[in-house]
């Protein structure tokens, strides 16, 4: 069966340090991965999605980037977090082809930036 | 533009009782799929239901049901005998497929939340 990890659980940095967020999916192949952030109380929004290996799109332009080194590893990184970084980080895989629509969520990393 | 509207921010239900959450949505595409997700206060992203643009019959999963209109673009969640533990945020979604690139975007609506009362 298909399992999706993320680390940290629960992240406190303060503003300007660096940010890594791993996601890794174990038992599938080439899946669609996301990465999603929701800030307190609100909807998800798409950060970064990417259908293999080093091919990122950005969804929304920041201080954010993301990296896939590996076909079910994605990373989440800044250089220097914002205090509007801080929320709920997601990230989910979907099967890479046709057929199977679902998207399958990590348990969520929650970042405070002070 | 591609959006989904979550019109009802919070609701409350009594126990048994069945409550519908609203959600609208808006694309051009002509093939799309819709979901329902809940969200309990531990933050995981739990999947609930999908519905396929081209599907003729409403979804169906246990105790919900996707009532999906198409010509007025809605795809409400039904519960049927709400149980305490159901009290959660909902979240309406909709897939765009992309045919080009075989990428699957995911657009999520603001949710409601859902309390239901012993």
């Known amino acids: 069966s298909q399992t999706i990890h993320q680390w940290p659980a629960t992240l406190v940095q303060p503003v300007g340090s660096p940010l890594s967020l791993e996601c890794t999916v174990e038992?599938?192949?080439?899946?669609?991965l996301y990465w999603y952030r929701q800030a307190a109380g609100r909807g998800l929004q798409l950060l970064f999605y990417?259908?293999?290996?080093?091919?990122i799109s950005s969804e929304v332009p920041q201080n954010l980037s993301a990296s896939r080194p590996q076909d079910r590893q994605f990373i989440l990184s800044s250089k220097k977090l914002l205090l509007s970084d801080s929320g709920f980080y997601l990230c989910a895989w979907s099967h890479g082809t046709s057929g199977n629509y679902e998207q399958y969520f990590g348990p969520g990393t929650r970042l405070t930036v002070t | 533009a591609q959006k989904i509207t979550q019109t009802q921010p919070g609701m409350f239900v009594q126990e048994k009782e069945a409550v519908t959450l609203d959600c609208t949505y808006d694309t051009s595409d002509q093939s799309y799929g819709l979901f329902w997700y809940k969200q309990p206060s531990s933050g995981e992203m739990i999947f609930l239901i999908y519905q396929g643009s081209y599907d003729e019959q409403n979804a169906t999963e246990g105790r919900y049901s996707l009532n999906f209109q198409k010509a007025r673009k809605s795809a409400n969640l039904v519960i049927s005998a709400s149980q305490l533990g159901d009290s959660a945020m909902y979240f309406c979604?909709?897939?765009?497929?992309?045919?080009?690139?075989?990428?699957?975007?995911?657009?999520f609506g603001t949710g409601t939340r859902l309390k239901v009362l012993a």
């Open positions: 979604a909709m897939l765009r497929n992309s045919l080009f690139t075989g990428t699957y975007k995911y657009i």
């Open positions: 038992g599938t192949s080439n899946p669609n």
């Open positions: 990417s259908v293999g290996i080093g091919q």
